[in-house]
């Protein structure tokens, strides 16, 4: 079936019937103080899809107009707002006894951040690149300054500037041009994802007129610095062409034209700049193809052809390509090289044979020396290799911690600088040389309110899952909290597309462990914590793994007394959002609250509508509804908008953004529109929706903090029933 054969039938009840929705008390509730929730109109709509039918009563929430919406949030239709209004007005008299308790989190979590702070400049031929905040600034200064001294900033952009008046604004990205006489920079003032370009000449320091619109948060300039190339954003919001111009304004030209929806797509450079990269890809299957830099108005050649489960990706080392690959069976990836003028797969020859269970997630160049960051059992290391094949690897000495490999901004240096940090200890940054093997700490991340790592137990656990896999579980405690099962516990988990989670430092999290809590991350099946194989077992017609790996880590946690079932709090975003609904609907007794933060919970409708940016681009990920029946009904098995049903269902928070392209805000709002009238608990079902931002909330560093506090806020409040009082 194609997916011109989706039928969508409206019941008899006319949608023009009154969808506003009012502060007005359930038929039958009890008189009491507590605050009154919306009740969401149901409008079913009935949707026949490969000849089954499902019911949907509040499919009227998703805006018809929702492109434009994206990028201009006030054209929202005027009932989705009401009750988008509602919604957020309940949850603020809800928790409005918690605000003493948020203000109080902000502040603590506000006294954790250096305020006049900046970045470990990065040299660049004549000049180091850095950015810098002043105290009180939201946003970052972006700078300059001649290399190896002090004096002489040059401040390229400052985003508070840019930012000014604007209900969200946000720097994806920046970039400089490498003769160093250009500025660019993206910025995303919606929260849509859909960029504005700007170029900045920076003799002047004038902003060049045409700033390129429709944009990606992707772009770079050509290695001679006389053109610019970009990703542009299809009407649906999704990666389509390649773009390319004078990097001063002139005629723009098509470069690269994906005619797949289901990819993405990007530019970049080489690390030698011999080359302009468009990389091409899903969750499965990639492609690059190359420009010489040295003619950046040729057309694109191939490097392979794209070949379904088969995933690449290039950089090129001088004199040849170096190229990271899960071809022939390599589950947890190789690294060959091919000669620059045959770079397919015919030439490619092993550099770094595939090793099983030692996933290579990616690899850094410079002249002399490749580095690669490797993962295994959830944590990560970092090997250096010269020329003629030594390797040495960066020792670490810690149960649990995250180690992060960030390369070089020169490929004439023998220096690469690499993170350093774990869940009790703060982030240092260091500068390694690869021929010395000496490391120069650059940088210890600063807790002006104090920090002692010594006052804090890190932890790994391992948790068996029901088919005998053992999921690694990080845990961070008090060294005073105790493993009675007295304690709170917030158990975080995401476990979708391969994305591993880190074992690394939070100041935000503190607010929670200083209070006697408990934190745990379960690094579950459908990220690479474990290697690509545990990616693998998690995706698709294995998706179940990633939340009966959940529920595994906070059973184990509850046999380890780490935790009680029913004084836990579940957490997750996004893709990790589903995991929440899921394990919501499935293990309900083991959570006080669960916390579902921007939720792709309604799996089944938004993956069969292919006008979403997201929906080809992700079938390998989750499956096809629209044409494969067993796809669909396993999809449906798990959806938590189509399993949600009478239970005893924990307090819960959805949260979500008005002007999120990933996960549409319609999302947690029907998911909360369809729980409230099951839940047989009592307990509170709430919503808050940021009526000015997008998928990662609100871009000032200060604003961010605010919804990390209001969220800790909830967990507390659901431990302690707050809405009993």
Same mark, same amino acid.
């Given at each position: 079936?194609?997916?011109?054969?989706?039928?969508?039938?409206?019941?008899?009840?006319?949608?023009?019937?009154?969808?506003?929705?009012? @502060?007005?008390?359930?038929?039958?509730?009890?008189?009491?103080? !507590?605050?009154?929730?919306?009740?969401?109109?149901?409008?079913?709509?009935?949707?026949?899809?490969?000849?089954?039918?499902?019911?949907? =009563?509040?499919?009227?929430?998703? /805006?018809?107009?929702?492109?434009?919406?994206?990028?201009?949030?006030t054209l929202i239709k005027a009932d989705v707002k009401a009750h988008l209004t509602a919604e957020n007005a309940y949850r603020e008299a809800m928790l409005a006894s918690t605000l003493p308790l948020q203000?109080?989190?902000?502040?603590?979590?506000?006294?954790?951040?250096?305020?006049?702070?900046?970045?470990?400049?990065?040299?660049?031929?004549?000049?180091?690149?850095?950015?810098?905040?002043?105290?009180?600034?939201?946003?970052? !200064?972006?700078?300059?300054?001649?290399?190896?001294?002090?004096?002489?900033?040059?401040?390229?952009? =400052?985003?508070?500037?840019?930012?000014a008046g604007k209900a969200y604004s946000e720097v994806s990205a920046a970039e400089h041009s490498p003769d160093h006489s250009l500025f660019a920079y993206a910025e995303d003032a919606q929260g849509s994802?859909?960029?504005?370009?700007?170029?900045?000449?920076?003799?002047?320091?004038?902003?060049?007129?045409?700033?390129?619109?429709?944009?990606?948060?992707?772009?770079?300039?050509?290695?001679?610095?006389?053109?610019?190339?970009?990703?542009?954003?299809?009407?649906?919001?999704?990666?389509?062409?390649?773009?390319?111009?004078?990097?001063?304004?002139?005629?723009?030209?098509?470069?690269?034209?994906?005619? /797949?929806?289901?990819?993405?797509?990007?530019?970049?450079?080489?690390?030698?700049?011999?080359?302009?990269?468009?990389?091409?890809?899903?969750?499965?299957? &990639?492609?690059?193809?190359?420009?010489?830099?040295?003619?950046?108005?040729?057309?694109?050649?191939?490097?392979?052809?794209?070949?379904?489960?088969?995933?690449?990706?290039?950089?090129?080392?001088?004199?040849?390509?170096?190229?990271?690959?899960?071809?022939?069976?390599?589950?947890?990836? *190789?690294?060959?090289?091919? #000669?620059?003028? $045959?770079?397919?797969?015919?030439?490619?020859?092993?550099?770094?044979?595939?090793?099983?269970?030692?996933?290579?997630?990616?690899?850094a160049l410079v002249r002399g020396f490749l580095a690669r960051q490797e993962r295994a059992d959830a944590n990560t290391r970092i090997i250096i290799r010269d020329r003629v094949g030594d390797e040495h690897?960066?020792?670490?000495?810690?149960?649990?911690?995250?180690?992060?490999?960030?390369?070089?901004?020169?490929?004439?240096?023998?220096?690469?600088?690499?993170?350093? $940090?774990? +869940?009790?200890?703060?982030? &240092?940054?260091?500068?390694?040389?690869?021929?010395?093997?000496?490391?120069?700490?650059?940088?210890?991340?600063?807790?002006?309110?104090?920090?002692?790592?010594?006052?804090?137990?890190?932890?790994?656990?391992?948790?068996?899952?029901?088919?005998?896999?053992?999921? #690694?579980?990080?845990?961070?405690?008090?060294?005073?909290?105790?493993?009675?099962?007295?304690?709170?516990?917030?158990?975080?988990?995401?476990?979708?597309?391969?994305? +591993?989670?880190?074992?690394?430092?939070?100041?935000?999290?503190?607010?929670?462990?200083?209070?006697?809590?408990?934190?745990?991350?379960?690094?579950?099946?459908?990220?690479?914590? *474990?290697?690509?194989?545990?990616?693998?077992?998690?995706?698709?017609?294995?998706? *179940?793994?990633?939340?009966?790996?959940?529920?595994?880590?906070?059973?184990? @946690?509850?046999?380890? $007394?780490?935790?009680?079932?029913? $004084?836990?709090?579940?957490?997750?975003?996004?893709?990790?959002?589903?995991?929440?609904?899921?394990?919501?609907?499935?293990?309900?007794?083991?959570?006080?609250?669960?916390?579902?933060?921007?939720?792709?919970?309604?799996?089944?409708?938004?993956?069969?509508?292919?006008?979403?940016? @997201?929906?080809?681009?992700?079938? #390998?990920?989750?499956?096809?509804?629209?044409?494969?029946?067993?796809?669909? =009904?396993?999809?449906? &098995?798990?959806?938590?908008?189509?399993?949600?049903?009478?239970?005893?269902? +924990?307090?819960?928070?959805?949260?979500?953004?008005?002007?999120?392209?990933?996960?549409?805000?319609?999302?947690?709002?029907?998911?909360?529109?369809?729980?409230?009238?099951?839940?047989? &608990?009592?307990?509170?079902?709430?919503?808050?929706?940021?009526?000015?931002?997008?998928?990662?909330?609100?871009?000032?560093?200060? =604003?961010? @903090?605010?919804?990390?506090?209001?969220?800790?806020?909830?967990?507390?409040?659901?431990?302690?029933?707050?809405?009993?009082?």
């Amino acid at each position: 079936m194609n997916r011109r054969e989706l039928i969508v039938s409206t019941a008899a009840t006319a949608f023009a019937a009154s969808t506003t929705p009012a @502060l007005a008390r359930p038929a039958g509730a009890p008189m009491s103080n !507590r605050p009154v929730p919306p009740v969401a109109a149901k409008i079913p709509v009935s949707i026949e899809q490969l000849g089954r039918t499902r019911t949907d =009563d509040y499919q009227w929430m998703k /805006d018809d107009n929702w492109q434009a919406v994206l990028r201009d949030p006030t054209l929202i239709k005027a009932d989705v707002k009401a009750h988008l209004t509602a919604e957020n007005a309940y949850r603020e008299a809800m928790l409005a006894s918690t605000l003493p308790l948020q203000e109080a989190m902000f502040e603590e979590m506000k006294g954790r951040i250096k305020q006049d702070d900046s970045s470990v400049p990065s040299p660049d031929g004549p000049w180091e690149y850095y950015t810098r905040f002043n105290t009180g600034d939201q946003h970052p !200064r972006f700078c300059r300054r001649p290399r190896g001294q002090s004096a002489g900033e040059e401040i390229l952009l =400052d985003a508070n500037a840019l930012a000014a008046g604007k209900a969200y604004s946000e720097v994806s990205a920046a970039e400089h041009s490498p003769d160093h006489s250009l500025f660019a920079y993206a910025e995303d003032a919606q929260g849509s994802e859909v960029h504005q370009i700007y170029v900045r000449d920076l003799a002047t320091g004038e902003l060049l007129p045409d700033p390129i619109g429709s944009a990606g948060g992707n772009f770079t300039f050509s290695p001679d610095s006389q053109w610019i190339f970009w990703t542009n954003r299809d009407d649906n919001g999704r990666p389509d062409k390649i773009f390319r111009r004078p990097a001063r304004g002139g005629e723009t030209t098509l470069v690269y034209h994906e005619q /797949d929806e289901g990819m993405f797509i990007g530019v970049g450079r080489t690390s030698d700049d011999a080359f302009i990269l468009i990389s091409i890809g899903n969750q499965e299957t &990639s492609e690059a193809r190359f420009i010489p830099g040295a003619s950046p108005t040729a057309e694109p050649a191939l490097i392979e052809p794209r070949q379904t489960a088969r995933l690449y990706d290039a950089d090129h080392w001088a004199d040849r390509w170096v190229i990271r690959t899960n071809a022939d069976d390599s589950v947890d990836f *190789k690294v060959v090289e091919a #000669p620059t003028a $045959n770079p397919g797969k015919a030439g490619w020859n092993d550099l770094i044979p595939h090793a099983p269970g030692r996933y290579i997630e990616g690899v850094a160049l410079v002249r002399g020396f490749l580095a690669r960051q490797e993962r295994a059992d959830a944590n990560t290391r970092i090997i250096i290799r010269d020329r003629v094949g030594d390797e040495h690897e960066i020792a670490v000495d810690e149960p649990a911690y995250a180690l992060s490999l960030g390369g070089a901004s020169e490929f004439d240096t023998s220096v690469m600088r690499y993170g350093y $940090n774990s +869940p009790s200890t703060p982030t &240092s940054t260091y500068d390694y040389d690869l021929r010395t093997r000496e490391r120069t700490l650059r940088k210890v991340q600063e807790i002006p309110s104090g920090h002692d790592p010594a006052n804090y137990v890190v932890e790994r656990l391992s948790a068996p899952a029901p088919d005998g896999e053992l999921v #690694p579980v990080t845990v961070l405690r008090r060294k005073t909290t105790s493993v009675d099962g007295s304690a709170p516990l917030l158990l975080y988990g995401y476990g979708s597309y391969g994305i +591993p989670m880190a074992a690394s430092f939070s100041t935000g999290r503190l607010s929670l462990v200083d209070r006697g809590w408990i934190y745990a991350i379960a690094h579950i099946r459908g990220g690479s914590d *474990k290697g690509w194989g545990w990616f693998l077992d998690g995706r698709k017609f294995k998706k *179940k793994n990633t939340f009966t790996d959940f529920t595994a880590a906070a059973d184990h @946690l509850i046999a380890r $007394n780490y935790a009680k079932a029913g $004084n836990i709090v579940a957490q997750g975003g996004s893709a990790g959002g589903l995991l929440m609904g899921a394990v919501t609907n499935m293990r309900p007794e083991l959570w006080a609250g669960v916390i579902g933060q921007v939720p792709f919970v309604d799996v089944i409708n938004t993956m069969s509508d292919t006008s979403l940016p @997201l929906t080809p681009p992700e079938w #390998p990920e989750w499956g096809n509804p629209i044409e494969d029946a067993e796809a669909y =009904d396993y999809m449906i &098995s798990y959806s938590p908008y189509d399993q949600v049903a009478p239970m005893d269902y +924990p307090a819960i928070l959805a949260t979500g953004g008005l002007s999120d392209p990933r996960v549409t805000y319609w999302e947690p709002q029907k998911w909360v529109a369809k729980l409230r009238p099951a839940t047989t &608990s009592g307990k509170p079902v709430l919503l808050k929706i940021n009526m000015e931002a997008g998928h990662g909330g609100a871009s000032g560093r200060f =604003d961010y @903090l605010k919804e990390v506090a209001h969220d800790y806020a909830f967990a507390i409040w659901a431990i302690e029933k707050g809405w009993e009082r």
